[in-house]
């Protein structure tokens, strides 16, 4: 059972497209996050929710835009694709919202922009 | 804001041998210390994490990392190196009353036969 999956695993696109990535988890926890992850591996916060409130909103174009429907499930929206936007985005989520709560990851999504 | 440092971009080491990856943060405070492990194509896995107590902690796969405060350090070691271990470790680090964690910037290891 993947306890944190994410779709689609890869996505290729153009310049100026609107896409989403879908994230689930089903370990029961009550915060959800998005991070970046650039070609030098760098990983940055991108959102967070906690019981599908906001709790962390980092400097991120408005063009991308987080969704909570509920607690397992945290949507990504990315309006007008631009080719810096290319990078792998990892969900996670973690019982509580400090800092002290471990994280449990999925396995990313690659998104190419053409 | 604190800020972590991994200092060793890329490591090699021999299968067999012992492994030693570097973390520094800059923190006033004890803060939450987190060591991470990614394998090619998936996402972090939690190796291990220090909040308070023994400045020695284990973790899965064989891992352990210490706390040295004087040192601003939490290092993680390993006695025998497997072919397996070879992945990208991140050393992470929250502030106690926040809600994130900083990354550092990673080290890959690389392990030769």
């Known amino acids: 059972d993947t306890a944190v999956s994410q779709t689609p695993k890869y996505l290729v696109t153009q310049m100026g497209n609107d896409k989403s990535i879908k994230c689930e988890q089903n370990l029961g926890h009550d915060t959800m996050y998005w991070y970046k992850q650039d070609s030098k591996k760098f990983l940055k916060i991108m959102f967070s929710y906690n019981n599908k409130e906001l709790i962390i909103n980092e400097t991120v174009p408005n063009r991308f835009s987080p969704k909570s429907p509920d607690k397992a499930h945290l949507n990504l929206h990315i309006n007008s694709l631009e080719l810096g936007d290319s990078a792998v985005y990892f969900c996670?989520?973690?019982?509580?919202?400090?800092?002290?709560?471990?994280?449990?990851f999925g396995d990313g999504t690659r998104l190419s922009i053409l | 804001a604190q800020s972590v440092t991994q200092p060793d971009i890329h490591i090699t080491v021999s299968e067999g041998a012992s492994l030693e990856l570097r973390c520094n943060y800059s923190?006033?405070?004890?803060?939450?210390l987190f060591w991470y492990v990614q394998s090619p194509g998936q996402g972090l896995q939690l190796l291990l994490k220090?909040?308070?107590?023994?400045?020695l902690v284990q973790g899965i796969k064989g891992f352990e990392a210490e706390f040295k405060r004087s040192q601003s350090s939490f290092n993680l070691r390993k006695p025998s190196v497997h072919w397996s271990d070879a992945a990208e470790y991140f050393c992470?680090?929250?502030?106690?009353?926040?809600?994130?964690?900083?990354f550092g910037a990673g080290t890959t290891v690389t392990v030769r036969a």
């Open positions: 923190y006033g405070a004890t803060p939450y």
């Open positions: 220090y909040f308070s107590g023994d400045t």
């Open positions: 996670a989520s973690s019982q509580g919202q400090g800092a002290g709560q471990p994280q449990h």
């Open positions: 992470a680090v929250g502030e106690v009353g926040d809600y994130k964690l900083s």
